[in-house]
């Protein structure tokens, strides 16, 4: 039962953006044209954030979109500096950040509160209000940003994007003068763009621009259409972990590189190097890039691991099961610095998100299977075998199985997605 639901909850989260990032090569020229778009707006995001705060002190909530959109017109109107390097309709992208902004401080604060009144219970209630500050008082609001914490805007499109030079994919960006090289000349377009979000990474010594398009694709039409052709069903059991990235209920083993370990020493003398360089000087560039470089290099990793094992995966088999995993609780009960890492390197929620992701597109099946008591229950005969997470081998006393423990819990998801969860609730001794 408890599989069904879930995999309602999969099928309708229909992703129909797709989006494709690459790196984009401006001249001097056009550079100077793309950093006066970020100058102007990071300064459109202030002047609405002083105006989201003027429109809640009179009117009691904040502004809509709608508002905010007309505020925009208004600015546009007054500020004709800015006609050069945006469009007016990119603001209201803009302005759509502001409002997410605050509201996502509005969640954090909420949380803030919650954590706060645990910790003070047994407290007075005039105690408590002095602690957190009345919830009708003041509105959490975002900080203003710095132009040089600004690092991405968005335009809409309503043209085509690229254009053709001497046999080159070229692409053109928002005001900017002329065609503007781009990388991954191969990479298909994934649907229609719909928006551009320009991005610059500072990596020190120099810095780098990327363009995301984000794009509509029809994926109910192109659903099932490579589903089930001609091959028998496969149905596999992932159970994802520490120790081991992910096992599969066929044998198949996916490790944990523990990369971040591997790399500890270089990150250790990066970050020594750059705290002892004065700010502003040549050598803090060069070692903040090296630093950079280094992280880049692990997130790189880390994301090419995630590709590699969910495109296996989801070529080989059509019903996939796997668990309904909080990674973010599991990871911050972790014991230890090690083990957090480990969480880290495994990327178990980027690792699902993947999956889900790859296998609605292709047209496969996911079932999310109930987490609870997968590794304890023994796949042979179905009893209950209480082992701590260092155990890691199965060993049954009622029908004798040994078996790896991460294997025995795979088969277990596999067969529960199957048939359905036989513990929904809780184990009845
Ligand atoms: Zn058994």
């Known amino acids: 039962m408890a599989s069904d639901a879930a995999l309602l909850h999969v099928e309708e989260r229909i992703i129909m953006y797709r989006s494709l990032k690459m790196r984009i090569e401006p001249d001097s020229e056009q550079r100077k044209v793309i950093e006066a778009s970020f100058r102007y707006h990071c300064y459109v995001y202030n002047a609405l954030i ?54 996502k401080c509005g969640e954090n604060r909420r949380r803030m509160e919650r954590r706060n009144r645990r910790k003070s219970k047994g407290k007075t209630d005039k105690e408590n209000t002095e602690l957190t500050g009345s919830p009708e008082t003041g509105l959490a609001c975002p900080r203003f940003r710095k132009p040089s914490r600004f690092h991405s805007y968005t335009n809409p499109l309503h043209r085509e994007v690229f254009t053709e030079r001497n046999g080159r994919r070229m692409m053109k960006v928002s005001k900017v003068k002329g065609p503007v090289r781009c990388y991954n000349q191969k990479a298909p377009v994934p649907g229609i763009p719909k928006t551009c979000t320009i991005e610059k990474v500072d990596k020190g010594t120099h810095t780098e621009y990327y363009a995301c ?39 198949t083993v996916y490790g944990n590189d523990h990369l971040y370990s591997k790399l500890l020493d270089l990150f250790r003398k990066g970050h020594e190097a750059f705290s002892t360089m004065l700010p502003g000087t040549p050598g803090y560039r060069k070692a903040r890039s090296r630093l950079n470089h280094l992280y880049g290099r692990l997130r790189g990793i880390r994301r090419n691991n995630v590709e590699t094992i969910s495109r296996q995966i989801v070529d080989n088999f059509d019903i996939i099961c796997m668990e309904d995993l909080p990674v973010r609780r599991l ?14 390197d495994a990327s178990l929620g980027m690792l699902r998100r993947r999956l889900i992701d790859k296998a609605i597109e292709a047209g496969r099946r996911i079932i999310l299977v109930d987490p609870r008591w997968t590794s304890q229950v023994c796949c042979g005969c179905g009893a209950c075998v209480k082992k701590g997470l260092e155990v890691r081998t199965h060993v049954c006393p009622e029908c004798g199985l040994v078996m790896d423990r991460d294997l025995n819990s795979a088969i277990n998801i596999l067969i529960w997605g199957l048939t359905g969860n036989p513990f929904p609730e809780r184990w009845d001794e």
Not at 50 to 75: E, M, W
Not at 214 to 238: F, N, Q
């Open 213 to 251: 398009l984000s794009c509509w694709d029809d994926i109910e039409r192109r659903r099932g259409d490579e589903y089930l052709s001609g091959r028998s069903l496969d149905a596999v059991g992932i159970d994802m972990g520490v120790s081991k990235t992910a096992t599969l209920s066929n044998g």
């Open 50 to 103: 002083t105006a989201c705060k003027s429109y809640h002190r009179s009117n009691g909530r904040l502004p809509s979109q709608f508002d905010l959109s007309k505020l925009c017109t208004r600015i546009w109107n007054n500020c004709p500096f800015l006609h050069g390097y945006l469009y007016q309709n990119a603001m209201n992208e803009t302005a759509k950040r502001v409002l997410q902004a605050f509201s």
């Open 331 to 344: 990871r911050s009960k972790s014991k230890g610095k090690r083990m957090t890492n480990a969480y880290d």
